[in-house]
């Protein structure tokens, strides 16, 4: 945030083999979007996840007391809408989030981050949410998800193979 004042949706994971990063070369589009929740969905069965964070940027609305929320308008359309970093965490125990609003300065770079202000909720729903599987992969199921990882061409970052941000994401 503080180099290129906006952050890429990342997934964190403890899995079988230790911690794994999971960030997407490109997220243009909802199919990417879609592609990348997936994706993620993926990874967390081939490394054997059992806690994962996905952190991502968004646009949040709120309704104010004793006003309806309007879901018909997408909180990026929103007038009153507060630009966020959502941390999702989840477990085979539960589900915790947290709502990290950003502070720009008047020229719009990045600032730092208030307090949260929305309460913690006991669900969340979304294409970035329910990441991690209901259940814990066996051997078989981690290798058919390694495997289509492969096929679909995800690199991780190990010795002598650490993928490159490009320029504008250093």
Do not use: Y
């Not at 940027?57 to 709120?62: I, Q, S, Y």
């Not at 879901?71 to 507060?82: I, L, V, Y």
């Amino acid at each position: 945030m503080r180099n290129s004042g906006k952050m890429s949706p990342t997934l964190f994971l403890i899995g079988a083999d230790g911690p794994l990063m999971f960030v997407p070369a490109s997220l243009v589009d909802a199919n990417e979007k879609d592609a990348f929740a997936n994706t993620a969905r993926l990874v967390c069965i081939a490394h054997g996840a059992t806690v994962i964070v996905m952190a991502i940027e968004a646009w949040m609305k709120t309704a104010t007391p004793g006003e309806k929320l309007d879901m018909t308008e997408p909180p990026s359309e929103a007038f009153a809408r507060q630009e966020v970093i959502v941390l999702m965490g989840e477990s085979r125990d539960g589900q915790k989030q947290k709502f990290l609003p950003i502070i720009r300065s008047g020229n719009g770079k990045f600032f730092g981050f208030g307090e949260t202000t929305v309460p913690g909720m006991d669900k969340m729903t979304g294409r970035f949410a329910q990441i991690l599987p209901p259940k814990v992969p066996d051997a078989e199921m981690r290798l058919l998800a390694q495997t289509m990882l492969q096929v679909k061409g995800v690199k991780f970052a190990q010795s002598g193979n650490r993928p490159r941000l490009p320029r504008d994401r250093r």
